[in-house]
């Protein structure tokens, strides 16, 4: 049985690896829109000291665990207050609405989008539309060599990677096999070698 409201927290090391990988955003607006237990906020803090976050979340309760303050809402339905934009969006969304959150990120964010998401993500024939549509400017992969614990225990039974779009610089980049744990050890790039 799934947690109420999706609250599988991402660990702090990996929010860490995984924002690690950005360039630097000060002076940039950075959304995480589903907050949760607050680890990409303290990730991007600690990245980016002068950005701009900006946190959403549809669990009141995030609010004491993101140390930052968070405003009550889902993503889904916080721009109907009125058209709001954003240089990037970084996180990790419930996996019930992944693409639905990608969709919104990729519609407010200026610069770029980071999602940590199952890999499964790729694949379905429902999502063609989606990867020939809004989805087509996926620019960077990296596949995690070591799953991650979204519950404190054991590793999660669905292999992650670390999704980026980017809109101004792409790359177009697939690691698939990208050691966040030893996040400054040697990368396996799509053609072998280094990356």
């Known amino acids: 049985m799934r947690r109420p409201l999706d609250r599988y927290y991402t660990p702090d090391d990996l929010a860490r690896a995984c924002v690690g990988t950005l360039p630097c955003l000060d ?11 607050g680890a990409f906020i303290r990730a991007l803090r600690a990245h980016s000291s002068r950005a701009r976050l900006v946190a959403l ?3 009141s309760e995030a609010l004491a665990r993101a140390e930052i303050d968070v405003e009550t809402v889902d993503f889904l339905r916080w721009r109907e207050g ?3 934009r954003c240089d990037w969006v970084v996180g990790n969304p419930p996996f019930a609405e992944a693409q639905e959150h990608v969709e919104a990120a990729l519609r407010v964010a200026r610069v770029g989008v980071a999602m940590l998401l199952r890999l499964a993500f790729l694949e379905s024939a429902e999502r063609l539309d989606f990867w020939t549509g ?3 400017g996926l620019d960077e992969v990296r596949v995690l060599a070591h799953r991650p614990s979204f519950t404190g225990g054991g590793t999660d039974s669905a292999a992650y990677g670390w999704f980026v779009w ?10 698939p096999c990208w050691d966040w744990r030893g996040a400054a050890s040697r990368q396996v ?5 280094g990356a």
Not at 27 to 35: D, H, I, K, Q, Y
Not at 166 to 175: C, D, E, S
Not at 189 to 193: K, P, S, T
């Open 166 to 175: 980017r809109t101004l610089a792409p790359r177009g980049r697939v690691m």
């Open 134 to 136: 809004p989805g087509a």
């Open 189 to 193: 790039g799509l053609f072998g070698g």
């Open 27 to 37: 002076g940039l607006t950075v959304l995480e829109p589903s907050a949760g237990g």
């Open 57 to 59: 979340d549809i669990d």
């Open 82 to 84: 009125g058209f709001k």
